[in-house]
């Protein structure tokens, strides 16, 4: 049996209404179906609280269901992906770098462009599969794996570039560096909107799901 199974039919042995288990556990009543339908799959805490309105255990709840198994072990893996994502993103950053300063032979600029490239396939694959993996809206899953070190390189880029007309500095280095710098920083302004944006549709929904 699996677990919107189970949920179903201790609902009905309780002779409780898909409202009242909704008001219960602080979700829509259209949750509440997806979950018993198997469309969708409870979060942890919410499977705490239908536990105990139910009185049964979680290990009765879960027991035979390998999709919740396999839903509920999803943040474990983000966790893990999270430090590569961050390492990714910050060393495309120092290639930047890189490039705009210590290249002086045209054999090592398409070494190291070969390189860049290759690790923004690696990032950009690993950014397709935690999108895949995360219950949350796309735009919300990116903001919250990429906004910090979007930041963090954004500030270093910004640093060097302020610091800059002390060095022995090219004038093609000092502009690339500004080029970077308005590119890092547009990115993410444009990661900040699209997340806003998401929120909104959410709150609309939420809205016209109450009328």
Known sequence: ?????????????????????AEHVHVSRQTISSWETGKSYPDIDSLIILSDLYGLSLDILIKGDTGIMNYLRKPEILKRLRPIHLILLTSNYLFLIIFTFFLSSRYSLWALLAVFITNTLAFLYLQKFEERLSPLPIAVQRWQSGWLPTLLCNV????????????????????????????????????????????????????????
Do not use: D
């Open 156 to 211: 270093i880029t910004t640093g060097a570039m302020i610091a800059s007309p002390w060095w022995a500095s090219s004038s093609t280095a000092s502009y690339n560096l500004f080029s970077t710098a308005i590119v890092g920083w547009a990115c993410l302004a444009f990661l900040w909107v699209m997340n806003k944006i998401s929120h909104l549709k959410e709150l609309e929904k939420q809205v016209t799901k109450r009328k």
């Open 1 to 21: 049996m699996t677990l919107g199974e189970k949920l179903k039919q201790a609902r009905t042995t309780q002779q409780f209404t898909q409202q009242a288990v």
